[in-house]
């Protein structure tokens, strides 16, 4: 009988750890999956960085969508050059992960346009989150990753220096009720 009771309670603390280990691995893949959601954001934070120090050089010009990620290379320090066009989740797997919104220029991607004319700076869209995987990838939102890539949320730069995570959901919801855009509005006159 007492070994019995030994043998119940050994298979009981073996389940019982096992449970642990499995609930232990599901929270250090969220935890790793919000640290990667964290770098991603803070990527895009060096993007708008670099960007304005792009306008700031140019006159307040948009870099060429074609070749955005070289236009801005410059501008990023050396050290980071190598990783912060990368959306982590997609480092050493499957390519760079950003887009850059082709309104930037005129539909021949000729004429560049000028800061102010992406308006309404706060709704226009600059840089997102792309199923595209190349660099210098640009389009007009047609091509966002349909299930989020970070804990289902994907990432927005607009106009305005702002960032946003939303849902493939909130995005289409706000995209159709004019809250978000990448064809900008023509700007007021002012009189």
Same mark, same amino acid.
């Given at each position: 009988? !007492?070994?019995v009771g030994? #043998?119940?309670?050994?298979?009981?603390? #073996?389940?019982a750890?096992?449970?642990?280990? !499995?609930?232990?691995?599901?929270?250090?893949?969220?935890?790793? @999956?919000?640290?990667?959601?964290?770098?991603?954001?803070?990527?895009?934070?060096?993007? &708008?960085?670099a960007?304005?120090?792009?306008?700031?050089?140019?006159?307040?010009?948009?870099?060429?969508?074609?070749? %955005?990620?070289?236009?801005? @290379?410059?501008?990023?320090?050396?050290?980071q050059r190598?990783?912060?066009?990368?959306?982590?989740?997609? @480092?050493?797997?499957?390519?760079?992960?950003? &887009?850059?919104?082709a309104?930037? %220029?005129?539909?021949?991607?000729?004429?560049?346009?000028?800061?102010?004319?992406?308006?309404?700076?706060?709704?226009?869209?600059? #840089?997102?989150?792309t199923?595209?995987?190349?660099?210098?990838?640009?389009?007009?939102? !047609?091509?966002?990753?349909?299930?989020g890539?970070h804990?289902g949320?994907?990432?927005?730069?607009?106009?305005?220096?702002?960032?946003?995570?939303?849902?493939?959901?909130?995005? !289409?919801?706000?995209? @159709?009720?004019?809250?978000?855009?990448?064809?900008?509005?023509?700007?007021? #006159? &002012?009189?």
């Amino acid at each position: 009988m !007492k070994t019995v009771g030994a #043998i119940v309670a050994v298979i009981v603390v #073996i389940l019982a750890g096992a449970l642990l280990l !499995k609930g232990s691995e599901e929270m250090l893949k969220a935890k790793r @999956e919000e640290e990667l959601q964290r770098l991603c954001e803070s990527r895009l934070g060096r993007l &708008a960085l670099a960007l304005q120090l792009y306008l700031e050089r140019y006159d307040n010009l948009l870099p060429p969508p074609q070749n %955005w990620c070289d236009a801005l @290379e410059d501008m990023v320090p050396p050290s980071q050059r190598s990783f912060v066009f990368h959306c982590p989740k997609l @480092e050493g797997v499957s390519g760079y992960g950003f &887009a850059f919104n082709a309104y930037a %220029w005129d539909e021949e991607h000729k004429v560049p346009r000028w800061l102010p004319e992406m308006y309404p700076q706060s709704q226009v869209v600059l #840089i997102y989150e792309t199923t595209q995987t190349k660099r210098n990838a640009f389009g007009t939102g !047609k091509d966002i990753p349909k299930r989020g890539r970070h804990n289902g949320y994907n990432l927005f730069l607009f106009a305005d220096g702002s960032t946003m995570a939303l849902t493939p959901s909130d995005f !289409k919801e706000m995209l @159709e009720n004019g809250e978000i855009r990448f064809k900008p509005l023509k700007p007021p #006159i &002012a009189r």
